[in-house]
């Protein structure tokens, strides 16, 4: 509790109430009803319901993430420059709430002409909803928390609330839209009108978490001088712990870009089924980081993030591994889903509380803090990271003959059953392993104590 209470010093801001932090977690719900549909079910909708080839989709996906993320890093300044009755972070929240709905809604109104024009209609609504428009809500969403509290174990608290809620809106989107569009008949317009829906409660979501969430936090050494961009963009460099959370960041999302992309993939050839059996398996395993999130906290008390989190990796490396075993089996697959889940779940819901800490690392090494940067950095690495696995995905798709098809079912080729097989069973594994190595190797909660100590004496000297 020492820690907690030195935080909490640092700005003498109190506790953040229950309902905040319910609010603010909203916002990650809202930003998965639709990113979660563009990172599993929308390269199902263009191969299956418009009938254009994985290569395109892949082509169009990786060039647009190269824009993505470097959308993220000038977002990340925009943040920092923006001055408002509101705050710096928290009005983007209220400006692009309605434009980033309606551009969810254009993915789906794919129109049906040549597949040249197909591709540069993509091309166009992908990047206006996930370049423009979710880039311009996330990024600052991601900075105000830092913004909200200076406090470590309630920025920890808000990363759990916004992991433990962001699942639901996987789960809203993602878990219920095929039963949904099969009832609105099963076509493409059935698709428009679900993505109208959860829309709709996207915006919903986004407003809630806008008129519950203020910005508190000050500079702990407040100064008039502006800081460059170049000196701004040497300190991000300089800061080793943001490459590490940059990279655990990642690898949360790359994850949930290969099993999201391949599983529905998976159920409809492997397992002969495109109706329950993908709903089933995403809610097991957004339910569990949804549910296990919250029990996160308990453990905070006694360990760091860290040794949660490595420990948690090498369960999801274990609930892996175990698919190889009997990979046609459903009842198996959903078992090691499981497993797998509970692994997961102590890096999604802390990933945020690491790069909070981040800040505060940066702040005591170079005198000011870098929210926005940061979180945009970040923002930039996890959308190039799953932009290039999405493109990976479907060239092997592709390379392996998977035959694109619109209202009919196609006998795919043994080659595509078999790498659609490899790429759920290998590409989670080694995703996982690689974050074991990553937290051997990092070290800041052993010296976070230290750095809030200085802090706070920084603070007194400037009162």
């Known amino acids: 509790m020492k820690r907690e209470e030195e935080n909490i010093s640092l700005t003498g801001a109190s506790r953040l ?9 909203c916002g990650d719900t809202a930003c998965n009803i639709v990113f979660g549909m563009i990172t599993t079910l929308l390269t199902l909708f263009y191969t299956d319901y418009v009938g254009i080839n994985p290569i395109t989709i892949g082509l169009v996906m990786l060039v647009s993430r190269v824009f993505d993320g ?23 929240i209220l400006w692009m709430s309605v434009p980033y709905a309606i551009a969810a809604v254009l993915l789906f109104a794919v129109p049906h002409t040549t597949e040249f024009l197909q591709g540069i209609y993509i091309f166009v609504t992908y990047n206006l909803c996930t370049t423009v428009f979710y880039t311009a809500i996330n990024v600052p969403y991601g900075s105000l928390s830092t913004l909200m509290t200076n406090s470590s174990h309630e920025q920890d608290l808000l990363s759990i609330f916004r992991m433990g809620l962001a699942p639901m809106g996987r789960i809203i989107a ?28 996207a915006l919903v979501l986004l407003l809630i978490c806008f008129f519950n969430c ?33 990279v655990l960041w990642t690898i949360t999302c790359v994850h949930s870009t290969i099993v999201g992309t391949v599983l529905p993939y998976y159920c409809k050839y492997i397992f002969h089924n495109d109706s329950w059996m993908y709903s089933l398996l995403y809610l097991l395993e957004t ?26 990796a090498v369960v999801a490396v274990a609930g892996q591994a175990l698919v190889i075993i009997n990979p046609n089996s459903f009842v198996w697959v959903a078992g090691t889903s499981v497993i797998r889940a509970i692994g997961e779940v102590p890096l999604t819901a802390l990933i945020f509380g690491i790069l909070g800490d981040v800040v505060d690392f940066g702040e005591w090494k170079t005198g000011f803090r870098q929210e ?10 996890f959308k190039l990271g799953t932009g290039i696995t999405s493109a990976i995905v479907t060239a092997m798709m592709s390379y392996a003959g998977y035959i694109a098809s619109v209202g009919v079912r196609i006998q795919q080729p043994i080659r595509a059953l078999k790498t659609i097989q490899n790429i ?40």
């Open 70 to 92: 470097t959308s993220d890093v000038i977002m990340g300044f925009f943040v920092e420059k923006t001055h408002s009755k509101y705050g710096k972070a928290r009005p983007w």
């Open 214 to 246: 203020k910005e508190k936090v000050q500079p702990t050494a407040p100064s008039t001088k502006k800081v460059p961009i170049g000196k701004n963009l040497k300190a991000l460099a300089k800061n080793q712990y943001f490459w590490v959370g940059l």
């Open 17 to 25: 109430r229950f309902g905040t932090k319910m609010a603010y977690g």
């Open 287 to 312: 339910g569990i980081l949804c549910s296990g999130a919250f029990v996160c906290p308990l453990f905070l008390h006694r360990f760091t993030k860290r040794t949660i989190s490595l420990v948690g």
């Open 174 to 201: 993602v878990t219920f839209t095929m039963p949904v569009v099969k009832l609105f008949g099963n076509t493409q317009v059935a698709w428009i009108k679900a993505m109208g829906i959860w829309a709709s409660i």
């Open 372 to 381: 926005g940067l940061v979180f945009g950095g970040g923002s930039m690495g």
């Open 424 to 463: 759920y069973i290998w590409g989670p594994l080694i995703i996982w392993i690689f974050a074991v190595i990553v937290l051997i190797f990092y070290k800041l909660d052993e010296i976070y104590p230290q750095i809030i100590h200085e802090l706070v004496q920084r603070k007194k000297t400037f009162e």
